[in-house]
């Protein structure tokens, strides 16, 4: 998939606000500092598409991005550690969960994880919502360029024991780095494939 156009279109807390339409949606979600926004900004090749900042918890709004003008890729608010209150964080879940039960154009969520990490209990614990929720999502290690490739695969397999626990079978994974554009193609070749199929 080649991107020429990618434009901000709304920023907002509630879904209900959400641009009507029947594009196909992608949400990226994961917890804070997890690299979504360079993840975001390798992926469209914009290189300021989504703001950038060490400080966890930098995104707080449901963020849609017209790409192409065939779908929207929409940046979520991570969950977990940020610095701010319990109240508005279990507020920007809340809105989350609402946004994940009503866009019926939401085609898939990407989950991001933090490769460098053993698997944390909300990132599991968020799957299994969308497992329950019967709400179509994929797996996307992010930082793969952080650690060795030994420590890499330990990891991946620590994540795919832990999820067997209670999945019968796995959701897609993708493995990725935002410095070195690893799993780019085969993310955007996903999309592609699904964006199609929906026309």
Sequence with gaps: MIIKKAEFVISNT???LCPVSEKPEFAFVGRSNVGKSSL???LTGFGDL???S???GKTRLINHFNINDEWFLVDLPGYGYAKVGRSSRQQWLSFIHKYL???ENLFCVFALIDSRHKPQANDIEFMNFMGE???PFAMVFTKADKLSRRQLEKNLTDYKNEMLNSWEELPPLFVTSSGTKLGR????GFIEGIVKESK
């Design 14 to 16: 509630d879904p209900d």
């Design 40 to 42: 975001i900004n390798m």
């Design 50 to 52: 989504a703001k950038v």
């Design 54 to 56: 060490t400080a966890p």
């Design 101 to 103: 039960a009503i866009r």
């Design 133 to 135: 929720q019967g709400i």
């Design 185 to 188: 193609d085969e993310l955007l």
